[in-house]
């Protein structure tokens, strides 16, 4: 019933499916949906809950990345590695029905979303406002670790939500999970980010931040 309901859900989205084609997708009796999970909505929340625990992979890729690596140089390069493979599936089998869930609840939160959050994205935002604050400086205000982690994060997903436009105007490109592209990618990110975080500490320490002079300290 779940890999039926992974299949149509992505197919056709959640307002989209039905309780019965899942049922008929998994060759089972008509009521099994309601019988077994009690109904669509509670069989969508198991999925994500699974989607979202299996990407978490039990340690969030900020636990990861400060576990494997000593400098916060380092442990930013892991962070961005770990964030990178898990959303693209690099190292593991890559299932594009899944990514299309992960879309569409995007798009159209659900209810079940703010308990996702809770539980697996923000133990994962609070490690990675760690290795940026140790990147950073005391300096930094909550509001300087959220754009830059959103700055960081950004560039690691522009790939899955605009690949349609990006194969597009750069024809030819190989796609992220083939050999090297995304070990390439990852240094990219990587270089890039670290020299516009040192760029903003330097603006911190130096007082020509907007989030200092707003406050006139």
Not at 22 to 44: D, S, T
Not at 79 to 100: K, N, V
Not at 108 to 121: A, E, H, K, T
Not at 207 to 215: F, Q
Request: aromatic letters at 12%; hydrophobic letters at 40%.
């Amino acid at each position: 019933l779940l890999q039926a309901a992974v299949k149509v859900i992505a197919e056709k989205g959640y307002h989209g499916a039905t309780a019965q084609e899942i049922c008929q997708r998994a060759e089972a009796n008509m009521a099994a949906v309601n019988y077994y999970f009690g109904g669509k909505e509670k069989l969508y929340g198991q999925i994500l809950e699974l989607v979202f625990q299996a990407w978490a992979s039990g340690e969030s890729a900020g636990e990861l990345s400060q576990r494997e690596a000593h400098t916060p140089d380092e442990q930013l390069y892991a962070y961005i590695r770990a964030f990178f493979r898990r959303s693209y599936g690099i190292g593991e089998e890559y299932d594009p029905d899944i990514a299309t869930i992960i879309s569409l609840e995007m798009a159209r939160p659900s209810p079940f979303l703010d308990r996702i959050v809770q539980s697996y994205i923000v133990p994962d935002v609070d490690s990675f406002h760690g290795i940026l604050a140790e990147i950073l400086g005391p300096r930094a205000t909550n509001k300087v670790l959220t754009d830059c982690g959103c700055s960081i994060v950004g560039q690691i997903l522009y790939y899955a939500y605009l690949w349609p436009i990006y194969t597009r105007v750069n024809p030819g490109f190989p796609v992220i999970q083939s050999e090297g592209v995304a070990d390439e990618l990852i240094d990219h990110v990587y270089r890039f980010s670290l020299n516009g975080l040192k760029g903003v500490r330097d603006s911190l320490e130096n007082g020509t931040h907007p989030c200092l002079t707003k406050t006139g300290k």
